[in-house]
T-cell receptor
Framework: QQQVKQSPQSLIVQKGGIPIINCAYE??????FPWYQQFPGKGPALLIA?????SEKKEGRFTISFNKSAKQFSLHIMDSQPGDSATYFC?????????????FGTGTRLQVFP | DAGVIQSPRHEVTEMGQEVTLRCKPI?????LFWYRQTMMRGLELLIY????????DSGMPEDRFSAKMPNATFSTLKIQPSEPRDSAVYFC?????????????FGPGTRLTVT
């Protein structure tokens, strides 16, 4: 049972472009929606997270858009840079889910070319 | 803070051998997670502990895998006997359930190759 679906699997953009990565979830009990960033040879690291009481959250060039009714959320990277090339994972979890664990999406490999 | 510490960073072993992966969580964190990452299956949660007690081991693939957390500063993931299909990167992560924060801090991973 796949509780979170992430797309696309890979993404190639030019520097300055705005890559968008999407995630859809099924269980309305989730109330915590983070995005993790992973560079080659490293463990994933939290990039930005959102709660369902807001529709958008921005941190620097990274923005999460959240659509509660559609059970979808997305990551937008403004003015993308080659240093943003990494694998991005969405995840779902939270207290309403009655556990500390996160369920991760399958990942999106982003390549930003100069 | 040194972050989550995992050892060894790389492990190459022959099929049938026992493999033990080690993890030291961040001091003060009360939850610990073991993940496996492969190209085919992505990032899979194997087991997680809260206050040293296993809470959910539904992701453990089979009886060949076992995990322990004897105290708040140390956890092991053991594979016995190992098989080539166990080849993957194994991550340990820790977190502290403080209010609304569920951030998990990942270690650098152990790359396991079983020949």
């Amino acid at each position: 049972q796949q509780q979170v679906k992430q797309s696309p699997q890979s993404l190639i953009v030019q520097k300055g472009g705005i890559p968008i990565i999407n995630c859809a979830y099924e269980n309305t009990a989730f109330d915590y929606f983070p995005w993790y960033q992973q560079f080659p040879g490293k463990g994933p690291a939290l990039l930005i997270a959102i709660r369902p009481d807001v529709s958008e959250k921005k941190e620097g060039r990274f923005t999460i858009s959240f659509n509660k009714s559609a059970k979808q959320f997305s990551l937008h990277i403004m003015d993308s840079q080659p240093g943003d090339s990494a694998t991005y994972f969405c995840a779902v979890g939270g207290r309403s889910y009655n556990t500390d664990k996160l369920i991760f999406g399958t990942g999106t490999r982003l390549q930003v070319f100069p | 803070d040194a972050g989550v510490i995992q050892s060894p960073r790389h492990e190459v072993t022959e099929m049938g051998q026992e493999v033990t992966l080690r993890c030291k969580p961040i001091s003060g964190h009360n939850s610990l997670f073991w993940y496996r990452q492969t190209m085919m299956r992505g990032l899979e949660l194997l087991i997680y502990f809260n206050n040293n007690v296993p809470i959910d081991d539904s992701g453990m693939p089979e009886d060949r895998f076992s995990a322990k957390m004897p105290n708040a500063t140390f956890s092991t993931l053991k594979i016995q006997p190992s098989e080539p299909r166990d080849s993957a990167v194994y991550f340990c992560a820790s977190s502290i359930n403080r209010g609304s924060s569920y951030e998990q801090y990942f270690g650098p991973g152990t790359r396991l190759t079983v020949t």
